[in-house]
Nanobody, 116 residues
Framework: QVQLVESGGGLVQAGGSLRLSCAAS????????MGWYRQAPGKQRELVAT???????KYADSVKGRFTISRDNPKNTVYLQMNSLKPEDTAVYYC??????????WGQGTQVTVSS
């Protein structure tokens, strides 16, 4: 079992920045990939960014060049640095851990609101 605790959400003006953090309850060396997903009201949950244990990253086209995902293995933490935020980035952001066993775990979510 993996518990994920997100933090760092909030309200920011368009063009501003936020950094989300996701702390895992176990060493993330045992986790194949960690990522961030988001869900806006009335929309399906969508992938934002992922990073594998080997450091490979993947981003949604809508955030490329603005968001950066990184992982700090000693701290069992994954970060999402979000720059040049837009109102359309407003959503609940969820941390995800995908284990080598094929099991998914999710955090409780953190709200990001970008005002125009």
């Amino acid at each position: 079992q993996v518990q994920l605790v997100e933090s760092g959400g909030g309200l920011v003006q368009a063009g501003g920045s936020l950094r989300l953090s996701c702390a895992a309850s176990r060493t993330i060396f045992s986790i194949y990939a960690m990522g961030w997903y988001r869900q806006a009201p009335g929309k399906q949950r969508e992938l934002v960014a992922t990073v594998t244990s080997g450091g490979s990253t993947k981003y949604a086209d809508s955030v490329k060049g603005r968001f950066t995902i990184s992982r700090d293995n000693p701290k069992n933490t994954v970060y999402l640095q979000m720059n040049s935020l837009k109102p359309e980035d407003t959503a609940v952001y969820y941390c995800n851990a995908y284990l080598y066993t094929g099991v998914d775990y999710w955090g409780q979510g953190t709200q990001v609101t970008v005002s125009s």
